[in-house]
């Protein structure tokens, strides 16, 4: 079975610094897809940033971008200038292909220090 | 586009009683997915359906859960004699194959309190 595993339960981060979240996960398939999603306080979780497991360049998004170490079963997620709207939990996911439900971590409390 | 939609927002009941929730994925999307939250975790999946067809239930999703889309259009979950191990977020998402990038996009999600 696939697993998703996030070692940091809770982080902060100074107002316009840089922070790193962790995710690592554990598959035998070699096509799939990586998610980060956020979800703010009592807000729905919205998409962050997403990976194909095939493209070797890491995505990226605005301030938002990823480390992806196929090999190691690493994906991290770096967050730039970070705002005070970016504190939120942080879950990483993964499906396969095909559209098939997303397995989550337990997800990282982001914290942002003004 | 006006989003997954989840009613009701918070539900409170007493053991025992059934309930039930509702969700209204985001227009043409065909895929619908039901996850429960539970306080310091990430979501777990439970079921999910193509149009009106329920295509996969998790084993977390015992036999007094039981979800339908007729129609292939909303959906709903309902727990029969509730118990307190059901209080959690039961969130609701979509997605469509023709949409961008097979995202699955989530509603605000129904809270249980089962007292």
């Known amino acids: 079975a696939q697993t998703v595993t996030q070692s940091q339960p809770e982080m902060s981060v100074q107002e316009a610094e840089t922070v790193t979240l962790s995710c690592t996960y554990d598959?035998?398939?070699?096509?799939?897809?990586l998610f980060w999603y956020k979800q703010p306080p009592s807000r729905q979780m919205i998409l962050v940033i997403r990976?194909?497991?095939?493209?070797?360049q890491n995505a990226t998004e605005n301030r938002f971008s990823v480390n992806f170490q196929k090999a190691a079963k690493s994906f991290s997620l770096k967050i730039s200038d970070s705002q005070l709207g970016d504190a939120a939990m942080y879950f990483c996911?993964?499906?396969?292909?095909?559209?098939?439900?997303?397995?989550f971590g337990k997800g990282t409390r982001l914290s942002v220090i003004a | 586009d006006t989003g997954v939609s989840q009613n009701p927002r918070h539900k409170i009941t007493k053991r025992g009683q059934n309930v039930t929730f509702r969700c209204d994925p985001i227009?043409?999307?065909?895929?619908l997915y039901w996850y429960r939250q539970t306080l310091g975790q990430g979501p777990e999946f439970l079921t999910y359906?193509?149009?009106?067809?329920?295509?996969?239930k998790s084993r977390l999703l015992s036999d007094r859960f039981s979800a339908e889309r007729p129609k292939g259009s909303f959906s709903t979950l309902e727990i029969q004699r509730t118990e307190q191990g059901d209080s959690a977020m039961y969130l609701c998402?979509?997605?469509?194959?023709?949409?961008?990038?097979?995202?699955?996009?989530f509603g605000a999600g129904t809270r249980l309190s089962v007292l």
């Open positions: 998402a979509s997605s469509s194959p023709q949409g961008a990038k097979n995202i699955q996009y």
């Open positions: 598959t035998s398939e070699s096509d799939y897809y």
């Open positions: 990976q194909e497991a095939y493209k070797q």
């Open positions: 359906f193509q149009n009106e067809a329920q295509l996969e």
């Open positions: 227009s043409e999307h065909n895929r």
């Open positions: 996911a993964y499906r396969l292909s095909g559209n098939t439900p997303l397995v």
